[in-house]
């Protein structure tokens, strides 16, 4: 078995998951993928704070694995997107728990790291961290929560704004915007999140769990039906000669030169 890429500490009902590729900026291939879905799924703890290893939360798919065709997913991959009806499965994951999560952003979170950055009930921010939905820039669609969150928190003109020109935007602009709750020093982080953590962990947890019902009730799309129609747009625009000039262009460390088709 593969050496395990994420960390996974629980204490006083608050767990801690920390994306553990530094190396990689903590880019997710598929057994990350796995095993974020795993733990959130498998999780008892009042409350869960998300963060990364080293200096990046989270860069997105991993170019070379994912997005650069380098491997076929594997069977279990696609046998999981089956079972959430083509919704990302850690996506499922995260949307449909009613364990309150805060993401604990302490760098870089683009692509599918700000995905995963929106996909929390709270975002805490380093000032080192930097936000940015880079799909368009890859010719291809977000994922279900740059379509079904974003919007509602930083409103749908600068939604739209972000999401059109991949824009990367730094911790004091997302604060601006409302993207993030509060922006902290490097060293403050993770001590924010686990004390707003643990303040939620201390409350009775069947009526928190009741809460974030509720929002999801009343605030949220069908999640797996948006999933199903972003990943049937990821997978036709990735066929396009634009999504692979944007692959090829960042693997090359060059602009690239998009043609509309």
Same mark, same amino acid.
Not at 20 to 48: H, K
Not at 132 to 152: H, I, K, N, T
């Given at each position: 078995?593969?050496?395990?890429?994420?960390?996974?500490?629980?204490?006083?009902?608050?767990?801690?998951?920390?994306?553990?590729?530094?190396?990689?900026?903590?880019?997710?291939?598929?057994?990350?993928?796995?095993?974020?879905?795993?733990?959130?799924?498998?999780?008892?703890?009042?409350?869960?704070?998300?963060?990364?290893?080293?200096?990046?939360?989270?860069?997105?798919?991993? *170019?070379?694995?994912?997005?650069?065709?380098?491997?076929?997913?594997?069977? +279990?991959?696609?046998?999981?997107?089956?079972?959430?009806?083509?919704?990302?499965?850690?996506?499922?994951?995260?949307?449909?728990?009613?364990?309150?999560?805060?993401?604990?952003?302490?760098?870089?979170?683009?692509?599918?790291?700000?995905?995963?950055?929106?996909?929390?009930?709270?975002?805490?921010?380093?000032?080192?961290?930097?936000?940015? +939905?880079?799909? *368009?820039?890859?010719?291809?669609?977000?994922?279900?929560?740059?379509?079904?969150?974003?919007?509602?928190?930083?409103?749908? +003109?600068?939604?739209?704004?972000?999401?059109?020109?991949?824009?990367?935007?730094?911790?004091?602009?997302?604060?601006?915007?409302?993207?993030?709750?509060?922006?902290?020093?490097?060293?403050?982080?993770?001590?924010?999140?686990?004390?707003?953590?643990?303040?939620?962990?201390?409350?009775?947890?069947?009526?928190?769990?009741?809460?974030?019902?509720?929002?999801?009730?009343?605030?949220?799309?069908?999640?797996?039906?948006?999933?199903?129609?972003?990943?049937?747009?990821?997978?036709?625009?990735?066929?396009?000669?634009?999504?692979? +000039?944007?692959?090829?262009?960042?693997?090359?460390?060059?602009?690239?030169?998009?043609?509309?088709?």
């Amino acid at each position: 078995m593969s050496e395990s890429v994420l960390t996974y500490d629980v204490q006083d009902h608050v767990g801690v998951i920390t994306l553990n590729r530094p190396e990689a900026m903590n880019s997710l291939n598929y057994q990350l993928y796995a095993e974020l879905e795993d733990t959130v799924r498998g999780a008892t703890a009042r409350a869960l704070v998300i963060t990364g290893a080293g200096r990046a939360f989270c860069a997105g798919d991993d *170019v070379k694995q994912i997005l650069g065709g380098g491997e076929a997913p594997p069977a +279990e991959f696609r046998e999981r997107s089956q079972r959430t009806g083509g919704l990302t499965p850690a996506a499922d994951a995260l949307l449909y728990t009613d364990i309150p999560v805060i993401a604990a952003v302490n760098g870089a979170a683009v692509g599918w790291g700000m995905e995963l950055a929106l996909m929390a009930d709270i975002r805490v921010a380093s000032e080192q961290a930097r936000f940015g +939905e880079l799909f *368009v820039v890859r010719g291809l669609c977000c994922d279900a929560p740059g379509l079904g969150r974003l919007a509602q928190l930083v409103g749908r +003109e600068r939604a739209a704004e972000l999401l059109f020109t991949g824009e990367v935007i730094d911790a004091a602009t997302a604060r601006d915007i409302g993207l993030v709750s509060r922006v902290v020093a490097p060293d403050a982080l993770l001590p924010t999140a686990l004390e707003l953590a643990g303040r939620i962990a201390a409350n009775p947890p069947l009526a928190v769990q009741a809460l974030k019902a509720g929002l999801r009730r009343t605030l949220e799309p069908d999640w797996r039906d948006t999933g199903r129609w972003a990943i049937e747009q990821i997978t036709r625009l990735r066929q396009t000669e634009d999504s692979k +000039e944007g692959v090829r262009a960042f693997l090359e460390k060059r602009q690239p030169v998009y043609v509309g088709r």
